[in-house]
């Protein structure tokens, strides 16, 4: 493991002392972040009984988003646009990048052994806020104690690490109607498309109408599958979604957190 420095600054508060520890010194490749490790819980890195999942447990990935969106109050104090949260076995990493800027802006804190990331993170949350608190009742100025909190981090372009949220365009609810025509995702960006639909209803209706042995129940959520498909067709709806697959992602538009997404970004 490489090691990694920590610069400490002291801010004078009263009786009392605020230690911002924020900069890492050196990070050679083996220590770098390349993704989380696989088959590691993607809340809180543990490898015990996880198999195929991306999550221990979901009261687990439940308690991480539910601190990271109770701690927005510091990302919307820096006009943040896009945030990342991540971490190894030794620091936890938050990666801001206010509107407006060509610099991201890095937070990294030694992880705590024994502690879980998110008990870091609100560690790491709290000496960030209290330090901005401290500094804008001092200078009465919120963009002081933006600059002030800005400077603690370790800062490069934006344009050398990727923040930007990855994005994909999927059809809005139709999983289900697809899955009762045997069609897939890819079909529906297939020229002709009501042909197709309809084709797939036709092949379908012989197995599970009641006229022909079907069961009725099934027969009516066929049909309405196929009127689903069909009134999507000549409107098509779709979803945007944005994230990464192994960060968890704070959006400023929408002032949340979103949970990494290892399955929907797999084939970008």
């Known amino acids: 493991m490489s090691e990694i420095g920590i610069f400490a600054r002291r801010h004078r508060l009263g009786a009392g002392h605020i ?17 989380f490790p696989k088959n590691r819980c993607l809340s809180c890195g ?26 927005t109050g510091l990302l919307r104090a820096l006009n943040t646009r896009y945030a990342t949260f991540y971490f190894t076995e030794a620091i936890i990493i938050l990666d801001i990048l206010p509107y ?12 705590t052994p024994g502690r879980k990331p998110v008990d870091d993170y609100c560690t790491m949350s709290n000496i960030l806020g209290n330090a901005w608190w401290a500094e804008r009742n001092r200078t009465n100025k919120r963009y002081l104690a933006n600059r002030f909190i800005l400077e603690k981090a370790k800062s490069k372009h934006a344009d050398s690490v990727p923040i930007k949220p990855l994005e994909v365009k999927e059809p809005a609810k139709l999983k289900k109607s697809l899955m009762f025509l045997k069609l897939q995702k890819t ?11 309809k084709s797939a209803y036709r092949r379908q209706a012989m197995k599970h109408h009641p006229d022909l ?21 000549e409107n098509p709806i779709f979803i ?14 929408t002032v949340r957190w979103v949970q990494p997404a290892p399955g929907w970004l797999k084939s970008l």
């Open 240 to 253: 945007r979604r944005r994230g990464f697959p192994d960060k968890w992602f704070y959006d400023g538009s």
């Open 100 to 111: 407006g800027s060509a610099e991201l802006f890095s937070y990294i804190f030694p992880r």
């Open 46 to 71: 543990t490898s015990e009984n996880m198999s195929r999942r991306k999550y221990c447990s979901v009261e687990c990935r439940q308690r991480l988003r539910y601190h990271l969106n109770l701690r």
């Open 19 to 35: 230690f911002i520890c924020m900069y890492t010194k050196n990070r050679n490749k083996t220590n770098s972040y390349d993704g």
């Open 213 to 233: 042995g079907g069961d009725a129940a099934g027969f009516r959520k066929l049909h309405d599958a196929y009127e689903q498909l069909i009134r999507w067709s």
């Open 187 to 197: 079909d529906l960006n297939s020229a002709g498309l009501q042909r197709k639909i």
